[in-house]
Every structure is written in structure tokens, then in C-alpha cells.
């Protein structure tokens, strides 16, 4: 599956941004999803999973209450809803997608197969 996520952009401290990530090649609803996020200095972390099927979701701490994750299978997509956006959230967001036969969600790096390009986001104070 090809990934390509697109959205990003600069916002003041408090806005929102919605993030898409578009898949293309194969059956997007075998593949867990997630976001992760990679800001200057610092090493990619998790932000946000869902399962297959969209019925559970997992979040970093960092980001509870502000940013919501969903996905649209039939339109082969998945969101990310950030909300009351912090300068911290500044980072370069990516997708990740894995074939998964069960409904877990996968929090992990090392667990996803294909990743998108990154989309910077920009908060300003």
C-alpha cells in the first residue's frame, strides 16, 4: 500500500488542523493505521492509532482530548483531527499503516509496514 498524507501547515497556539492520509495500491481495510510525529531534535513518537475497522483507537497522552484519529475505508483515508493545537505539537506528522487480520491497534513504530512522507506542522505561541 502507498501512503501520502497532506494537510499540514501553520496555525497559532489554539487553532486546528485535520490531517488526511490517502492509501492506494491494496484493501485499506485490512491495514491498522496510526500517526506519528517527529519534531526538531527530538525522536518520532506515537500520536494516534486505529484499528482496522475503526472501532478502537489509541492516543499518546500528550495529545488526549485535542486530537481525534478516524478513517474512512471506503474512501481509503484516515484523519487526524488536532484541536486546541500547543507550539509542542510542532513536529513533521506521518502515517503509518500495517496488514493486520485482527483488530488491534499498534502504538509502536517497529510494528508498522509502510509509511507515508511526512506533513510539517507548524504552531506558533
Known amino acids: 500500500v502507498q501512503l501520502q498524507a497532506f494537510g499540514g501547515g501553520s496555525v497559532q497556539a489554539g487553532g486546528s488542523l485535520r490531517l488526511s492520509c490517502a492509501a492506494s495500491g491494496s484493501a485499506f481495510s485490512n491495514y491498522a493505521a496510526g500517526w506519528f510525529r517527529q519534531g526538531p531534535g527530538k525522536e518520532r513518537e506515537f500520536v494516534a492509532a486505529?484499528?482496522?475497522?475503526?472501532?478502537?483507537?489509541s492516543y499518546a497522552d500528550s495529545v488526549k482530548g485535542r486530537f481525534t484519529v478516524s478513517r474512512d475505508n471506503a474512501a481509503t483515508r484516515v484523519f487526524l483531527q488536532m484541536n486546541s493545537l500547543e507550539p509542542e505539537d510542532t513536529a513533521v506528522y506521518y502515517c503509518?499503516?500495517?496488514?493486520?487480520?485482527?483488530?488491534?491497534?499498534?502504538?509502536?513504530?517497529?510494528?508498522?509496514?509502510?509509511w507515508g512522507q511526512g506533513t510539517q506542522v507548524t504552531v506558533s505561541s
Open positions: 503509518a499503516a500495517h496488514q493486520t487480520v485482527t483488530g488491534a491497534v499498534l502504538v509502536s513504530d517497529d510494528q508498522y509496514q509502510y
Open positions: 486505529i484499528s482496522r475497522a475503526g472501532t478502537r483507537r
